[in-house]
């Protein structure tokens, strides 16, 4: 009796289905927020024997999740009343993520941050700066923060409900 995963684009989460059949066609929607369809996820699994995880090449490792998605929805609503088009609000926005959820700015975010704060042009500090931020791997890019909290959501890991559905 098979177990599929579904996930819900607008809840960001991967939701685990009990089928009394194999059934590859069914597309549930989403228990949370009742979206019709969701997407089929292939269930991921692996076997590590004495193998050291990899250090350093995911921005999240070490990361409390919850925290940071309790970060994410507390401002998001300050994200829905966001001008993308005014850089003072968005470095303010992203500035506010970085406090709530505890990560370090790098300098060259730091930088960034500062100069959009003045009122600078976005895309003239992208172009100044890209390759700094894109050397440090700050999670918070100038295309992450183009997309506000939502696009900065969509690009983390999604959550996965425990409980377990009927088909």
């Known amino acids: 009796m098979p177990v599929y995963e579904f996930y819900c684009p607008d809840c960001h989460m991967i939701f685990n289905f009990f089928s009394r059949r194999v059934n590859t066609t069914k597309r549930p929607s989403c228990p949370r927020c009742r979206r019709p369809k969701l ?21 999240f490792a070490g990361m409390d999740e919850e925290k940071l998605e309790r970060a994410v929805e507390s401002l998001a609503g300050e994200a829905g009343n966001l001008n993308e088009d005014d850089p003072r609000q968005v470095a303010g926005l992203m500035r506010k993520l970085y406090e709530k959820t505890g990560l370090k700015l790098g300098s060259g975010m730091e930088e960034a941050l500062r100069r959009l704060e003045s009122g600078e042009d976005p895309e003239t500090v992208e172009n100044e700066l890209g ?16 997309g506000g909290l939502k696009g900065i959501r969509k ?13």
């Open 131 to 146: 390759d700094v931020l894109e050397e440090e791997g700050d999670l918070f890019t100038m295309d992450n923060m183009k």
């Open 155 to 167: 690009r983390l890991p999604p959550g996965t409900d425990d409980k377990l559905y009927d088909l």
């Open 39 to 59: 997407e089929r996820r292939v269930s991921i699994f692996s076997i590590s024997k004495g193998r050291k995880e990899s250090d350093g090449e995911d921005p």
